[in-house]
């Protein structure tokens, strides 16, 4: 069995592969083809390594890329910043220990429950582990089963959080799922993420198309158009900080926004 980390490696070099057309990488198209994309060969043969090096990447296998073999393909695929440095990650040999939720510390909790303005700290897997009283008016955090206090299970399973976006729900979700892919193939296989994926697939019917198409996004500042049910149409600016105390602790900030502007991808 090949391991979860290098599987999600190699799941991720062959949607990249598959996304791209001979022309758009200089090649001629050649004969008909059975299939969509490049083809493995043509990979290698850009990236500069071996066919059969790059079939082992593909299929999950324990092998370990240098980082100048990574920045190939990167080259040879097209990658943007985030997809580059996500590939850079899932290259990297890790040993990671099973998850275990996060401990806020008690000052951090303090700090965020003083705010005015909405505030909460979430964890490695996406969980809302503290908030204010003014995220909870806008998000209901306080009303869900801890549980379900998750980002993901917020946006995509969570009627309430659904109806709060409105029209903008589709763009939104398949932002955030594309941001927590970046992160969830660092812990492929782990028990606390498979659970996870699972009550996600469970409850949000697009979830799996989004999913497959193994796009990854980053986290940056911008802005929310929210309809609440009490506070009417709401336009916030956020922006998220990674805390000192520990670096796998995430704080998200919401304020007015003073003027309009696409929200960040």
């Known amino acids: 069995m090949a391991d979860p980390r290098r599987r999600e490696l190699g799941n ?13 990488v200089g090649l001629p198209s050649g004969r008909r083809r059975r299939t969509t994309g490049l083809r493995r060969e ?29 920045d190939a393909l990167a080259r040879a695929l097209r990658l943007s910043k985030v997809e580059h440095a996500h590939l850079r990650a899932l290259g990297r040999d890790a040993d990671r220990r099973p998850f275990t939720r996060e401990n806020v ?27 204010n009283k003014a995220a909870a008016e806008i998000f209901a955090f306080d009303r869900m089963p801890e549980a379900e206090r998750n980002i993901l299970l917020c946006v995509l399973t969570n009627p309430y959080t659904r109806r709060l976006f ?20 660092l812990w492929a296989g ?24 193994h796009d ?13 049910p009490h506070k009417g149409a709401l336009r916030l600016e956020h922006a998220s900080f990674q805390a000192n105390d520990d670096p796998e602790l995430r704080l998200v900030i919401y ?6 502007r696409k929200e960040a991808a």
């Open 12 to 24: 991720f070099l062959r949607s990249r592969r598959e996304r791209l057309n001979p022309k758009s």
């Open 166 to 185: 409105g029209a903008a729900w589709k763009d939104q979700a398949r932002r955030v799922v594309a941001q927590f892919r970046a992160t969830h193939d």
């Open 255 to 260: 304020a007015p926004a003073t003027t309009a």
């Open 42 to 70: 043509e990979v290698a043969e850009l990236a500069g390594i071996g066919v059969d090096w790059y079939i082992r990447l593909e299929q999950g296998r324990t092998v370990s890329p240098s980082v100048t073999t990574i």
């Open 216 to 228: 990854v996004g980053d986290a940056r500042a911008g802005q929310k158009l929210l309809k609440h």
């Open 190 to 213: 782990d028990p606390a993420f498979l659970d996870l994926l699972d009550r996600l697939r469970t409850g949000c019917p697009e979830f799996t198309a989004w999913w497959e198409a």
């Open 105 to 131: 510390p008690d000052a951090m909790r303090r700090i965020v429950e003083s705010l005015n303005q909405p505030a909460y700290i979430t964890g490695r897997r996406w969980d809302v582990l503290a908030w």
